[in-house]
């Protein structure tokens, strides 16, 4: 069965820094893209940052682009998500997602796994 859990979830003050961490269990996800969504209370899915499978490609939504670093380790079945400079408008609930394809992707139809979502919230 294949799982993708998050961790490193929780609570800061503006101006903050967290790092999640994404594994994945019952697959090698070495020859996949993944990626980093998230979903503030009462708004839509959104792209947060996406790497394709040799970490070549990478790509950051406009609001949390130099901020916000995704990478990976393969050996490890492990991505990253390192925030920095934490706002307030931060918070909500983020997912890792495995792709279908190696190349990364912004588009949430590319992703078929997906992680159960783990809690940051920002505070001013």
């Known amino acids: 069965q294949v799982q993708l859990v998050e961790s490193g979830g929780g609570s800061v003050q503006a101006g903050g820094s967290l790092r999640l961490s994404c594994a994945a269990t019952?697959?090698?996800?070495?020859?996949?893209?993944m990626g980093w969504f998230r979903q503030a209370p009462g708004k839509e899915r959104e792209f947060v940052s996406t790497?394709?499978?040799?970490?070549?490609?990478?790509a950051y939504s406009e609001s949390v682009k130099g901020r916000f670093t995704i990478s990976r380790n393969n050996a490890k079945n492990t991505v990253y998500l390192h925030m920095n400079s934490l706002k307030p408008e931060d918070t909500a609930v983020y997912y890792c997602?495995?792709?279908?394809?190696?190349?990364?992707?912004?588009?949430?139809?590319?992703?078929?796994?997906w992680g159960q979502g783990t809690e940051i919230t920002v505070s001013s």
């Open positions: 997602a495995l792709s279908r394809y190696f190349e990364a992707s912004d588009k949430p139809s590319n992703y078929h796994y």
């Open positions: 019952g697959l090698t996800v070495n020859t996949n893209a």
């Open positions: 790497i394709s499978w040799d970490s070549v490609n990478i």
